[in-house]
């Protein structure tokens, strides 16, 4: 009989905790096969729901998506939310901005 997985695991085996594989890009599973947030770095995701890796390619990134695309930047830089990157200052038609200690680069829309 098919075993239904826990909603953090995307393949299990043996019981609905017990993970090959997880949902979440920000989480792979453990050696008792629960899924468990990336967080033993600071750069961290998993492009493959089955192990950690970092954001090294990224400058001044502290957390991202995948391997091109930044989320968090490090103090001090802003995230360009147009090309996911972290920048000393935003770009022109854009403004700083932040919210809950993201600080990111707000551009100005015209209606």
Do not use: W
């Amino acid at each position: 009989m098919p075993i239904d997985c826990d909603a953090s695991c995307s393949t299990c085996v043996t019981s609905s905790i017990n993970c090959l594989s997880c949902s979440n890009i920000f989480m792979a599973p453990s050696i008792s096969g629960v899924c468990t947030l990336c967080s033993y770095t600071s750069q961290s995701y998993s492009s493959d729901g089955l192990t950690c890796q970092t954001c090294p390619s990224i400058s001044n990134c502290l957390n991202c998506f995948n391997s091109t695309s930044c989320f968090q930047c490090s103090p001090g830089y802003f995230l360009d939310v147009k090309s996911y990157q972290c920048v000393l200052s935003c770009p022109a038609g854009s403004h700083s901005s932040s919210n809950n200690n993201y600080y990111y680069c707000r551009y100005y829309e015209f209606y």
